[in-house]
């Protein structure tokens, strides 16, 4: 099968990227990603994480919408990958958390989801003070994209202007 891009939701394309002329920088070469693969790339203070699911590649930051760990260090599960910081999973495919983290918080849409405990650890406590005040108001955000293309075997990403100078680190 080649390698395409997904489809993602165009209400959610990362900010300074301009979807009337998207400016495609060359990222990696197309048998560097296999199916079932992360990877993060940086171009200046950007992070961008590559996902090869069978959907196609997806390019989204390379930061939990929680509290902004590196999703290249945790896992894929199809098109769902967790954040390794608080067990929060996130739909590649339409942005939204499928699991939210163990800390609690907002959902995108304003609902509130209390902390809790994995299958076989100890009960969360959300003891009352600032950092409970903190945790039911950090909403967890739904992913941003970055437009992909496929050219001549290389994997092209959109990037916003202030991430285009240099070439990009493949982590």
Request: with cysteine; net charge neutral; proline share 14%.
């Amino acid at each position: 099968m080649p390698l395409r891009p997904a489809i993602y939701p165009p209400h959610l394309l990362a900010p300074g990227v301009d979807p009337s002329a998207p400016a495609f920088q060359p990222v990696l070469d197309a048998e560097d990603l296999p199916v079932g693969e992360m990877r993060r790339i940086s171009r200046g203070d950007l992070d961008v994480l590559l996902v090869h699911t069978d959907r196609g590649v997806v390019a989204t930051d390379d930061r939990c919408p929680h509290m902004a760990a590196p999703l290249s260090l945790g896992s894929l599960d199809g098109c769902v990958v967790a954040c390794p910081l608080h067990e929060g999973r996130f739909d590649l495919v339409d942005g939204d958390p499928v699991q939210m983290p163990t800390t609690g918080g907002l959902r995108p849409d304003g609902t509130y989801h209390p902390t809790w405990s994995p299958a076989g650890r100890e009960p969360k406590t959300d003891p009352p003070g600032k950092k409970a005040e903190a945790r039911r108001l950090t909403r967890v955000r739904r992913l941003r994209y970055y437009p992909v293309r496929v050219t001549g075997g290389r994997i092209e990403v959109a990037l916003p202007p202030d991430a285009r100078a240099g070439p990009a680190t493949v982590d």
